[in-house]
């Protein structure tokens, strides 16, 4: 009998996240994903886009080509100012109770949060909420058969890892339906600066051969705009919004979002 090992929820601090970021080999790990995602999303012209987790390494080929872009970071993670310059565009907020209208976003990154959260279906069915009737929702988690899933030494080797098919199914089972997945980081995670540098003939070689192996699954979906029902253990409370930066306000009379960012 095969024992499949259980991989507990856990959150990366905030500042751990933001200096593997800045480490050689998390500035390739950035470009690797960068890439795919900007496959996905060509162009993102006049869209809301959110970033959900740690997203901000991410995001900002988006800022200057979007209406608006956010970040939220989950209290149990942290948060930081970001960017660096301009108006702060994070908040802190816990995962399952965003503090955004219903379909208030084109686009919606989740990064860093579904392998570390114990409120997985709570904090889909936020995603589903705040994402707009034919917006997409894409997804960066560490690949349960990847080498990057299995060493400590990176944020991605925390929490729970997922293979493509166990994203797809719980999609699926929160109102999503998957419409195309790919995977990123096939260089295993290493400070030799010789091999860094092969990173995009690695990658190459991967996406052609080997994408069960990805550091990372990389799946976009689009949101389901029948059979929703609210979640049976809800409870109805007061949602507290906390503010981190200046610059941003909020109108939700009409549903949607307003201010100078």
Do not use: C
């Amino acid at each position: 009998m095969q024992i499949v090992p259980t991989y507990p929820a856990m959150w990366n601090d905030v500042v751990d996240l933001r200096d593997f970021y800045d480490t050689s080999l998390g500035q390739m790990a950035r470009r690797m994903i960068r890439r795919q995602l900007r496959q996905m999303w060509p162009d993102l012209s006049g869209q809301r886009v959110l970033g959900v987790g740690f997203a901000t390494p991410y995001l900002r080929p988006f800022l200057g080509e979007a209406e608006r872009v956010l970040a939220v970071m989950p209290a149990s993670q942290g948060v930081l100012p970001w960017p660096p310059e301009g108006p702060g565009l994070t908040m802190l907020a816990d995962e399952a109770e965003l503090p955004l209208p219903d379909r208030s976003m084109d686009r919606i990154l989740l990064v860093h949060a579904l392998e570390a959260t114990e409120q997985v279906r709570a904090m889909m069915r936020e995603m589903w909420r705040v994402l707009a009737d034919g917006g997409r929702l894409v997804i960066v988690a560490p690949n349960r058969r990847g080498i990057w899933a299995r060493l400590e030494r990176t944020p991605f080797g925390n929490g729970r890892p997922y293979t493509t098919s166990q994203l797809a199914r719980m999609l699926r089972d929160n109102m999503f339906t998957p419409v195309s997945s790919t995977g990123a980081l096939f260089l295993p995670p290493t400070t030799s600066r010789v091999a860094l540098r092969s990173a995009p003939a690695v990658e190459e070689l991967g996406q052609r051969w080997f994408e069960g192996f990805a550091g990372v699954n990389i799946i976009e979906a689009t949101k389901q705009i029948y059979a929703a029902s609210p979640l049976r253990d809800a409870k109805v409370k007061r949602r507290v919004y906390v503010p981190v930066a200046q610059g941003f306000s909020r109108n939700v009379s009409n549903g949607v979002l307003s201010g100078s960012v």
